[in-house]
């Protein structure tokens, strides 16, 4: 089993750049594929990004593609989510989420283990 905690979340410009971490404890970090999905007041809870365990292999929702990058450290223990060019429709709780399962391009949406989300808010 895995625990995720986010961090780095907060209230950026349109236009800004934020990069969230998400640091996991527990053993097996590199076994496990990593993703972040955010949620908006109002809507249904989103994919943004995933990674395979190693690195390998990364998908994007289309909605942050060319903005947003996913990357992980194994040797912290940490997966990141670089956001560049925010819009206020980026405005959300996001989430880090994990599973042990490797990724496909047909089945990356399904994860098992989660955090308790930071929030980014974007103004204009």
């Known amino acids: 089993q895995v625990q995720l905690v986010e961090s780095g979340g907060g209230l950026v410009q349109a236009g800004g750049s934020l990069r969230l971490s998400c640091a996991a404890s527990?053993?097996?970090?590199?076994?496990?594929?990593m993703a972040w999905f955010r949620q908006a007041p109002g809507k249904e809870r989103e994919f943004v990004a995933a990674i395979s365990s190693f690195g390998s292999r990364s998908y994007n929702a289309d909605s942050v593609k060319g903005r947003f990058t996913i990357s992980r450290d194994n040797t912290k223990n940490t997966v990141y989510l670089q956001m560049n060019s925010l819009k206020l429709e980026d405005t959300a709780v996001y989430y880090c989420e994990a599973r042990s399962r490797p990724l496909s391009p047909s089945d990356y949406l399904a994860y098992d283990y989660w955090g308790q989300g930071t929030q980014v808010t974007v103004s204009s």
């Open positions: 527990g053993r097996g970090f590199s076994n496990y594929a």
